[in-house]
T-cell receptor, first 114, second 109 residues
Framework: DSGVTQTPKHLITATGQRVTLRCSPR?????VYWYQQSLDQGLQFLIQ???????AKGNILERFSAQQFPDLHSELNLSSLELGDSALYFC?????????????FGPGTRLTVL | GQSLEQPSEVTAVEGAIVQINCTYQ??????LSWYQQHDGGAPTFLSY????GLEETGRFSSFLSRSDSYGYLLLQELQMKDSASYFC??????????FGQGTTLQVKP
């Protein structure tokens, strides 16, 4: 158990819908990262937050947005869902945002878009 | 941009040694990490190299050559439970990770 929690574990929805994925980092960790893992794309970095502020952006679609709240939990919002958005979405956290900091991954949310 | 290359699959027998190579291209190198992921599970941290040389942690070792933009993960005394995917990743200055496509290791009895 990494100490990072994600809800829900599974999500099945239809194209065009909107969903929210939630992540609670390890106690004391200030940095939260979101990654998408699909069969043909591997683990792709989406976005990073540090202490409530966006710090880095990867290949995140405009239909996707995220935020980190004052209690440091984070939410990833996916809208106008397409079949290709079906994937495992991982949240990870680290103490700070130094390159040397180990990232601890949550169990992931498996999103299926039908 | 950043890119990493690693073999897609490796097969070895129980008790053997296996090496998983990783070459990378990146602007601004901050270190090479290795993560293990069992089927459907969360990636877990194995090792991190910021400087040239070998880092050893139990049965696992990781090596880095910055001049060659190359690293490898060495797994010794392979066990069935080592069957998993192994990812190398380079870090950005904010700590974000860019992952390779992963190497699936199959350990056979």
């Amino acid at each position: 158990d990494s100490g990072v929690t994600q809800t829900p574990k599974h999500l099945i929805t239809a194209t065009g819908q909107r969903v929210t994925l939630r992540c609670s980092p390890r106690s004391g960790d200030l940095s939260v990262y979101w990654y998408q893992q699909s069969l043909d794309q591997g683990l792709q970095f989406l976005i990073q937050y540090y202490n409530g502020e966006e710090r880095a952006k990867g290949n995140i679609l405009e239909r996707f947005s995220a935020q980190q709240f004052p209690d440091l939990h984070s939410e990833l919002n996916l809208s106008s869902l397409e079949l290709g958005d079906s994937a495992l979405y991982f949240c990870a956290s680290s103490v700070e945002l130094a390159p040397t900091d180990t990232q601890y991954f949550g169990p992931g949310t498996r999103l299926t878009v039908l | 941009g950043q890119s990493l290359e690693q073999p897609s699959e490796v097969t070895a027998v129980e008790g053997a040694i296996v090496q998983i190579n990783c070459t990378y291209q990146t602007s601004g190198f901050y270190g090479l990490s290795w993560y293990q992921q069992h089927d459907g599970g969360a990636p877990t941290f194995l090792s991190y190299n910021a400087l040239d040389g070998l880092e050893e942690t139990g049965r696992f070792s990781s090596f880095l050559s910055r001049s060659d933009s190359y690293g490898y993960l060495l797994l010794q005394e392979l066990q069935m439970k080592d069957s998993a995917s192994y990812f190398c990743a380079v870090g950005g200055n904010t700590g974000k990770l860019i992952f390779g496509q992963g190497t699936t290791l199959q350990v056979k009895p």
